[in-house]
Structures are given as C-alpha cells and as structure tokens.
C-alpha cells in the first residue's frame, strides 16, 4: 500500500489543521495553563470536535460513528501535535472506545460507543500503577463478591484521569504483578464511591491523574471482556495507543521543525541570517531526513491497522521507537538552535520540547520499544 492518504483522509487532515490553528492553538494551551484550568481542556472546543465527527472516526456507522477508520484519526491527532491541542480525544477515543471495540459486550457497545460519538462521554484508561510503562504491573485487585467485585489498589498517570465520566481499569483477579495471566478490565463510573481522585499537571502542561479504589463496588456487568484474560485486549489496545501517540509525536517535532526553519531564516548575527551557515543547514537536512523516515513508519503502520495486518505489534514498536528517538533530537536541535530565548517562555519552542518528553514515555519509551520489538523479531 502506498504510503500517503486518500482524498477523503487528506481532506480531513486539512480540515483538522484548520480547526486546531483557529479553534484550538497553542495560544489556547497557554491560556488553560496559565488560568489553571481545572479541567484542562475546552469542553467548547471538545463539542465542537465532537461535531466534526472525530469522537467517532474509528467506531462503526452502527454505533453512531463515521467509521473512517485509523489512518484519518491517525492525520487528526498529528494535527493536534502540531499545535499542542489539549483535549479528551486519545484517552476517548484511542483508549476508551478502543477498548470498548476490542472487548466491550454488545451491550456495553450500544450503551458507551454512541455517547462517544456524541461527544457526551469522555473516558480514561486507569493502567499503570509505577513510573515506567509495564502492561502486566498491575497489582490493583479485584476480589468477587456476591453479584459483583470489589476494586483495591492505586493507578497513576491516568490521562484525563480526573474528568472522565468512565474508567477502563485494569485489575488483577489472579496471579501476581508481572503476569500475563490474571489480569481483567473493568469499567468503573469516574464518581463511584471510593474513588479518589487526583489531578496532576505534567511538564508539558497537559493533565494525568493519580486514583485511588478504596473497596470500589461494581456489579458483573461492568467486566470488560473475560475474567483473567485482559492481556488479549490490552496488547492490541496497547498497539494502537503507541501507533496514535507517534502520529501526534510526528506533528508536534514537524511544528517544531516548522518553527526553527522560520527562526533560522530571520535570526542574523554578523549581519547575515544564520540558516545561511553551512554548520546549521547541514543538522536542518539531518533534521528533515529524520523526520521523513518517521513519517514512513508511522503510515504504515496506521495503514497496517486499518487492514489489521499480522505486523501491527511489530509496527507499533518500530514506529513508537523511531519517532521517538526523531523527536528527541527534533525538539532539542529546535532549543539550541533558537538559542537562549528558546528556553524562555515567550517562545513557544519550549513547550514543544516538554510535550515531546512526555510523549516519548508514554506507553514505552524508546527502550521499551526496542526490546519489544527484538522480542517480537524473535532475538
């Protein structure tokens, strides 16, 4: 397949850049940062998304979606790294009804998918309980009782952890942290009792959430899947959230890329704009030839989901490692070369190398992805 978008996905590529440069820039992340925001996104903006038909770009026509598939929202969410965008859509949409599509029963489909489309309901996946990404660390239980189960244990660094109305929680009904086995998923309403909930306001400043169950209570029919057997959802749910993350990372280090090109063709010392030494042409070409390469990764492997190929999980950890890796140099040749007023706050060159660290770690960063992916090789 050739690696580039459709007509209908380059128009609503265009459309999301549209959008976010007038209705959601980084001019709106200063405001939300700088207001302290108790939500940490514009619930405004967010309806309007809603309406563009992003909240459901990957659920089915059935379930009140556009069903355009992951190579459109794949162009949405670069678009939104582009410019810093704060809004519920990965944890929504990637994660939340990525979870619903890959395990929900048809009732729980029926019930959450077309409030996602809407708009209507923002959701969060509650997994990781230590500072690095470990999809089988869940130590949180959940113990049957009489019709239901009982939830015990912390997560941290909840996307939108803080707001969602409902929480995809992953929770160990056997076995031990680290297994692959034992482990089930839940869906828990954000405001059940014994739910505590605590905003945190990373580097970049976008929102996670640290979240306590106190002896939470849920009924049967809010297990997600089958008992013990989570790891079959999340792998692939996993997979996903990395490919999405690196078309967002994509956006932001192309933006950055963008901006430092544009800085370097008006900055002058000795009377000449320095883009014209031949010293910072060369790391600009290097720069560009990074991030080409990342794009082709990710493509293909947006392109491999939409045709649920056998290599996604191959692809997800090539693409989440290289544009990582990209992003990092990217967002810190983009420091240096606006030089010290690139670490001030009046140039937005900063916040696009702390969202680039966030970015990088999340769901694995670079190490993670490469030992998973020579796993995954068979080395």
């Not at 640290?210 to 792998?235: C, M, R, W």
């Amino acid at each position: 397949m050739a690696l580039v978008l459709d007509e209908d996905q380059a128009l609503i590529k265009d459309t999301a850049r549209e959008f976010c440069a007038s209705k959601a820039p980084v001019a709106q992340l200063r405001k939300l940062r700088d207001e302290q925001d108790p939500l940490g996104y514009s619930p405004d903006t967010w309806k309007q998304m809603a309406e563009l038909g992003w909240a459901g770009i990957v659920i089915p026509e059935a379930h009140g979606g556009t069903e355009f598939g992951w190579m459109a929202l794949g162009a949405v969410l670069e678009e939104q790294g582009r410019h810093l965008t704060a809004s519920p859509l990965f944890s929504t949409v990637v994660l939340g009804a990525g979870g619903l599509l890959l395990g929900g029963s048809e009732s729980q489909r029926s019930d959450l998918l077309p409030k996602i489309a809407a708009g209507e309901v923002t959701l969060a996946l509650a997994l990781e309980e230590s500072p690095h990404h470990s999809p089988y660390g869940t130590a949180l239980t959940a113990t049957q009782q009489g019709d239901g189960w009982v939830l015990e244990g912390h997560k941290q660094f909840v996307f939108d952890g803080h707001s969602a109305d409902q929480l995809l929680v992953a929770a160990r009904t056997s076995g031990k942290p680290g297994d692959r086995d034992g482990l089930s998923l839940f869906l828990v309403a954000g405001d059940s009792a014994g739910v505590t909930r605590t905003r945190t306001t990373m580097v970049d400043s976008r929102n996670a959430a640290n979240i306590e169950f106190s002896k939470v209570s849920v009924k049967d029919d809010a297990l997600l899947g089958a008992v013990g057997l989570a790891a079959d959802v999340l792998e692939p749910l996993l997979d996903r959230a990395r490919i999405c993350m690196a078309a967002e990372m994509l956006g932001t280090m192309d933006e950055a890329f963008a901006r430092t090109l544009a800085y370097l063709r008006e900055r002058k010392q000795f009377g000449v704009v320095i883009g014209s030494f031949q010293g910072l042409k060369h790391r600009a070409a290097d720069m560009f030839t990074e991030i080409e390469l990342a794009r082709s990764t990710v493509l293909d492997a947006l392109s491999a989901l939409d045709a649920d190929r056998d290599d996604v999980p191959v692809l997800a950890a090539l693409a989440k490692a290289k544009v990582g890796e990209a992003l990092h140099t990217v967002s810190l040749e983009a420091l240096q070369m606006h030089g010290g007023v690139g670490m001030t706050d009046e140039f937005d060159v900063g916040l696009f190398l702390k969202r680039a660290r966030v970015q990088e770690q999340a769901f694995g960063g670079r190490a993670f992805q490469r030992d998973r992916y020579a796993t995954l090789a068979g080395f």
